[in-house]
């Protein structure tokens, strides 16, 4: 049995070895897929842990990145427990982080855990500019638009985003979730969005809800 306990430690000392030991151990196990998923979110968790520690100054943005990386390279351990199930593509997302902002820990995470659930997910990247995304919308007619950013002020690029993807007759066709630290209820509102989530497990079940 899994010691989620010690795996978030783990996680949020950035213990490589030990978190790839207990997770690789973990899957010959087969367990379920909603074992696996709580995994997921202990792992999740010792994230918030790295997210404290650089708050803190104890960390900085290298051991960041690593974190992202770390996780990043756990869920794909997960993801064929996760993803057992599902034998057909779910849905398509386009995904970015929006005009200004150039993070994309929460977004990389998101992407992993909406591709281990089913979706066909096309990542634009970082610091994407309205007009890429209405692009990108029209070529491949997603049935979501996720949109991540750290900053406050992605906020208003993620307003704009929507009132561009109004402007061009795309709107009513998608449903629109937004994450990361600034979203709130209010925000999401304010935006135009259908969901917000700063939890990317949170953030692939409701996009699970709207394709089902």
Same mark, same amino acid.
């Given at each position: 049995?899994?010691n989620? +306990?010690?795996?978030? @430690?783990a %996680?949020?000392?950035?213990?490589e070895?030990?978190?790839f030991?207990m997770?690789n151990?973990?899957?010959a196990?087969?367990?379920?897929?909603e074992?696996?998923l709580?995994?997921v979110?202990?792992? @999740?968790?010792?994230?918030?842990i790295?997210?404290?520690l650089?708050?803190?100054?104890?960390?900085?943005v290298g051991?960041?990145?690593? *974190?992202g990386?770390?996780l990043?390279?756990?869920?794909?351990i997960?993801?064929?427990?996760i993803?057992?199930?599902q034998e057909h593509?779910?849905g398509?997302? %386009?995904?970015?982080?929006?005009h200004g902002?150039?993070?994309?820990?929460?977004?990389?995470?998101?992407?992993?855990?909406? +591709?281990? *659930?089913?979706?066909?997910?096309?990542?634009?990247?970082?610091? @994407?500019?309205?007009? *890429?995304?209405?692009?990108? %919308?029209?070529?491949?007619?997603p049935?979501?638009?996720?949109m991540s950013?750290?900053?406050?002020l992605?906020?208003?690029?993620m307003?704009?985003?929507?009132?561009?993807?109004k402007?061009?007759g795309?709107?009513d066709?998608?449903?629109?979730?937004?994450g990361?630290?600034? %979203?709130t209820k209010?925000?999401?509102?304010?935006?135009? *969005?259908n969901?917000f989530t700063?939890n990317a497990a949170?953030?692939?079940?409701?996009? @699970?809800?709207?394709?089902?």
């Amino acid at each position: 049995m899994l010691n989620l +306990e010690k795996l978030t @430690q783990a %996680v949020g000392e950035l213990e490589e070895d030990t978190i790839f030991k207990m997770l690789n151990e973990f899957v010959a196990g087969n367990p379920s897929e909603e074992e696996a998923l709580a995994a997921v979110t202990a792992c @999740q968790e010792g994230m918030e842990i790295v997210g404290d520690l650089f708050d803190k100054g104890d960390y900085f943005v290298g051991d960041l990145i690593f *974190a992202g990386e770390l996780l990043k390279d756990a869920i794909n351990i997960l993801k064929p427990v996760i993803g057992s199930k599902q034998e057909h593509k779910l849905g398509s997302i %386009v995904l970015a982080t929006v005009h200004g902002d150039l993070h994309d820990i929460g977004k990389n995470i998101f992407k992993s855990m909406a +591709e281990a *659930a089913g979706f066909e997910v096309h990542d634009l990247g970082i610091d @994407q500019p309205v007009n *890429a995304i209405v692009d990108k %919308v029209k070529e491949v007619k997603p049935d979501i638009v996720g949109m991540s950013g750290v900053l406050t002020l992605s906020l208003d690029s993620m307003k704009d985003t929507v009132d561009g993807l109004k402007k061009a007759g795309l709107r009513d066709n998608i449903k629109i979730i937004i994450g990361g630290n600034p %979203v709130t209820k209010e925000a999401c509102k304010n935006i135009g *969005a259908n969901s917000f989530t700063t939890n990317a497990a949170e953030g692939v079940r409701t996009c @699970q809800k709207w394709v089902s």
